[in-house]
């Protein structure tokens, strides 16, 4: 017995505590001290009050983003702060379109896709551009608003550089080597434009001409000019005289093609072709005589 009395005793003092209790506990005790201690600060008792709110505003955007309504909540935001400011006057009232030529005013309006009565900051400038320089003959656009509710749309068109010919088709040619439009579907031409032939040599129409411009002589008789699959090109001049260009040492050629003209006047001779193919030989071919009696 006296046994069974000691046991109790040591136990006795003991109480069986669920294990959610210290936690309940230490928040029971967090929150009465903070009471507490807005009991006898003013501003302790602000914070305690801002804490609850901070923490009941935490809680509603945890909801919230549980939830997935955030961008809802956003989108109706942004759209309120548009229609109160469209309310004010800030809409798109004026489109002017700058600086068209060949193009049509109306085609460069279609293009911009900007649209009277619209939100004036809602206007994407840089697609708006993007989508007027895709147009033909334009080389450059910039669209920029003007306070109060103007919109412009200035266009620098494309001034032609050459003409290309590929596959039977002829385009008006830009200095990049881009084709612009088909020349049947041009209302004009401009006079003096030199043809390049062939499916690479719009992009190596630049490259050619850098060569030939410092030999003004040759340079300016030249009307055509044919480039072959292996990168060689044959020069067609205004005179119907054909210059069959090498591979390589394409400088080379031209130089001797210059002094042999100061020379002899070769370019001005009636040849048929002038061949530069080979460096330690020039080629040439007389233009075959007509007979009188079959004219």
């Known amino acids: 017995m006296a046994a069974l009395k000691k046991r109790h005793s040591k136990f006795s003092g003991l109480t069986r505590v669920s294990p959610l209790k210290p936690g309940l506990r230490g928040s029971q005790n967090w929150m009465a001290a903070q009471m507490r201690a807005a009991k006898h600060s003013p501003k302790a008792f602000a914070m305690f009050i801002l804490k609850i709110i901070a923490t009941f505003f935490g809680l509603i955007f945890i909801g919230l983003w549980l939830g997935g309504y955030l961008p809802a909540i956003r989108q109706n935001m942004k759209d309120w702060k548009v229609e109160r400011l469209m309310a004010a006057g800030f809409v798109v009232e004026q489109v002017d379109v700058m600086g068209e030529g ?93 043809t390049y032939v062939g499916p690479k040599a719009a992009l190596g129409a630049k490259h050619i001409e850098a060569k030939l411009s410092d030999y003004d002589e040759i340079w300016s008789r030249v009307e055509s000019l044919v480039q072959f699959p292996s990168g060689r090109w044959d020069l067609h001049l205004s005179n119907d005289i054909i210059v069959r260009l090498p591979n390589d040492e394409v400088d080379g050629a031209i130089l001797r093609l ?38």
Do not use: H, M
């Open 102 to 194: 060949r193009l049509n005013e109306r085609d460069i309006r279609l293009a911009a896709q900007i649209q009277r009565g619209s939100y004036f900051f809602g206007v994407d400038l840089d697609a708006a551009r993007d989508r007027t320089e895709s147009l033909p003959w334009v080389d450059r656009a910039v669209v920029r608003r003007l306070w109060p509710n103007r919109i412009v749309v200035q266009v620098v068109e494309t001034t032609p550089y050459a003409l290309w010919q590929n596959d039977g088709e002829l385009f008006l040619l830009t200095e990049t080597g881009q084709p612009i439009i088909p020349v049947k579907q041009a209302a004009s031409v401009p006079q003096g434009l030199k």
């Open 258 to 295: 210059a002094e042999l003209d100061r020379e002899s006047f070769i370019l001005s001779r009636n040849l048929q072709t002038i061949d530069l193919r080979l460096q330690d030989r020039i080629g040439l071919k007389s233009r075959p005589v007509q007979d009188p009696r079959s004219s």
